[in-house]
């Protein structure tokens, strides 16, 4: 089922941009981006087990550093690239310090506070961020002079990125670093017994996360070409934390299916249906009484349980 | 330098831990030679296990010191000691239940290689450490389970992986916590054998209520009794020991 799965997947990715308008392209890009975001994320949540509620923070600031740097520094975009993944990761590597003196619900609290404490540098700090305005009038880089500025282009940009990105992960999760980061995450205590350094497991984590959300948060600048404070935002954390656990946390394509979920539900109920975030509510109530552990693993049960009857 | 010339495999002195204001390790000094089978007994609430936890590193001492090889290691981390040849298992079987015992037995050997770091490379990929790990198995007698997960085993078959995962490191000084506890008769034989079956390089501490069981694989044993040490030395001198009596008797 998995490989069926797969092979529909590749073909709808590989095709869409041939037989769909540039609105539907532009909405496969924004899911791609969801989706690197919520792979990163669930790579703290999931595999990890660290509830961060701070998510956003390493998408926000990659995106404001290369929209600074870009607009008004003069920073052509691989620089600006380099430069605000490096703050971005050496961010994580600060927050981590912070955050890890804590698990579980005080992990999450502090995740929390601490991309608060940028959300409100970024509305406040107005003479650097612009405030409540954003920053707009931002441009796309132009890889190897290839321009990105179509929906088609920057579809396949966005595609290629998110296939690194996904491949990068799954590698990662599956490498001897993942076994034993879902060692600590089950039983810390036996990890540490058996020679395991269970805090700087989860602190390498927790940087690797946060540089994958940067990625995200670069995609997400270049595709917008703008950038406000909401992208900091605990709406914008708490979106891809559901993504994440709607969608099946712990699986590798789980996080990337629940945030097209989130993202859809956004685009297309929001046009019809003022308070879109109460459908959002319903679908992820439904979701988590009928398939507890997110939509992923539940149709693996699913067609288990159908493939058992037949045979 | 002083590694190289301490006498002893584990030193403990004069340690203390208290809870609040409930002393459960009063200046507990124990000293174990190279290749030693110590035997740690008490009543229940002694503070054997508490004991076991200041050693590996789980639980800081409020003072006293904690020597491996004549190594200072009271302040180490747990995986700092499990460097330096110091492996456990636990009274309350600590596994990782949705694995495959395999798994569970690679981890063991993982915590001490350089390559528990490796992010780019698929741990399955190791054939050298899954062929240690069954050969680990094999000594358990579960190699034939080795692809079930630890959840689908039975009890007495967990308490032999618990034993595997610490045998598989090779460890210079194992702390067993109660390995017979919640076996039957069959299963105690089987497990007995295996601990006796340990080579000599490796020094064995271990807390057991089953006497009967365990007094035929100790040489020397401590008797606790409110987190002090009241006898310690010889087996049958211990044994023999009036105080000893008097713990599990009463007076």
Known sequence: MKWIASVLFAALALSLPFFMGDFYINLASQILIAAIFALSLNLLVGFGGMTSLG???????????????????GFDHGTA???????????????????????????????????????G???????????????????????????????????????????????????FVSSSFGSSLKGVRDQSRRMAALGFNPWMI????????????????????????????????????????????????????????????VLLLKNYASAYIERWNMLLGLVFLFIVLVMPTGIVPGLHKLVAHFRGRSS | MTALLSAYALEVIGLNKAFGGLRVTQGVSLSIRPGERRLIIGPNGAGKTTLFNQISGDMRPNSGQIKL?????????????????????????????????????????????????????????????????????????LLHLADHPVSDIAYGEKRRVELAMAMAQKPRVLLLDEPLAGLSNSERATVKSLIASIPKQTTVIMIEHDMDTALDLAETVTLLNYGRVIVDGERDKVIADERTREVYLGA
């Open chain 2, 69 to 141: 090889f004549g190594e200072d290691v009271t302040t180490f981390a747990p995986y700092a000691r499990a460097h330096r040849g110091l492996s456990r298992t636990y009274q309350i079987i600590t596994l990782f239940a949705g694995d495959t015992l395999e798994h569970n037995v690679t981890l063991g050997l993982l915590g001490l290689l350089p390559s528990r770091w490796q992010m780019w490379r698929p741990l399955s990929s190791y054939r050298d450490l899954a062929i240690a790990a069954r050969r680990t198995l094999d000594t358990v007698g």
């Open chain 1, 202 to 261: 989860r602190w390498i984590t927790f940087i690797y996360a946060g540089f994958w959300g940067g990625i995200a948060g670069l995609l997400y600048v270049y595709y917008n070409k703008y950038i406000h404070p909401t992208s900091l935002s605990t709406t914008s954390s708490a979106e891809a934390l559901l993504g994440v656990i709607a969608g099946g946390s712990g699986t590798l394509s789980g996080p990337a299916v629940g945030a097209a979920l």
């Open chain 1, 81 to 119: 690239a380099l430069i605000s993944i490096l703050g971005t990761v050496a961010m994580a590597a600060f927050f981590g310090v912070i955050a890890l003196r804590a698990t579980g619900l005080g992990f999450l609290m502090i995740t929390l506070a601490l991309s608060q404490v940028l959300w």
């Open chain 1, 55 to 73: 998510h956003a923070s390493y998408l926000g600031v990659a995106a404001y550093i290369s929209a600074l740097l870009t607009s008004r520094y």
């Open chain 1, 121 to 171: 540098l970024a509305y406040r700090m107005s003479n650097v961020t612009n405030g409540d305005n954003g920053i707009a009038g931002l441009t796309r880089p132009a890889p190897f002079g290839l321009s990105l500025e179509s929906a088609a282009s920057f579809y396949w940009f966005a595609l290629i990125v998110t296939v690194i990105a996904f491949a990068m992960m799954a590698i």
